[in-house]
């Protein structure tokens, strides 16, 4: 059980429901988890990804036309902010890569933020690292 410490990164997606017809949501949790974890400071055992489609928008001037998704990221404490701040950067970029065809061709916001959670005030327990196949465990802080 873990009742202070320890990493817990969630990855949240909010985006407008005419990027499904432009964009792999389901790819782009798998590469956002990918992207998150290749920085070193997070790890795969606490790793959560989740994208809800926001059924009411209005975006900008209301043309429907427009798109946006929104990543946040939310995190316990322990990290530096160098740290933080490097992975803020890594995985942005990964999110702008994947979204470049949409950024491209359509008008659209790419949004992210990175946030800590104190974790006094948030109690987890998990037995996921006890299911995870043996290569994927050797993250377990």
């Given amino acids: ?22 964009l792999d949501i389901a790819g782009l949790c798998r590469h956002l988890r990918d ?3 290749a920085t070193g400071i997070l790890p795969l055992a606490g790793v959560r990804v989740r994208a809800t489609a ?9 043309n429907p036309d427009h798109a946006f998704l929104d990543i946040s990221l939310r995190l ?23 979204c470049a065809e949409v ?14 959670i104190d974790p006094e005030l948030s109690p987890k327990t998990s037995s996921i690292r006890r299911y995870l196949s043996p290569e994927h465990r050797k993250d377990t802080p």
């Fill in 103 to 116: 950024l491209a061709t359509g008008s659209f916001m790419l949004s992210f933020e990175m946030r800590d």
């Fill in 35 to 37: 992207a998150a974890v």
């Fill in 1 to 22: 059980m873990n009742r202070g410490g320890g990493y817990m990164p969630h990855l949240m997606i909010d985006y407008s429901p005419n990027l499904e017809s432009r």
């Fill in 76 to 98: 316990r404490g322990g990290r530096s902010a160098a740290a933080k701040a490097r992975a803020t950067e890594q995985i942005f970029a990964a999110a702008e890569r994947y």
């Fill in 54 to 62: 926001c059924t009411h928008v209005v975006i900008a001037d209301g």
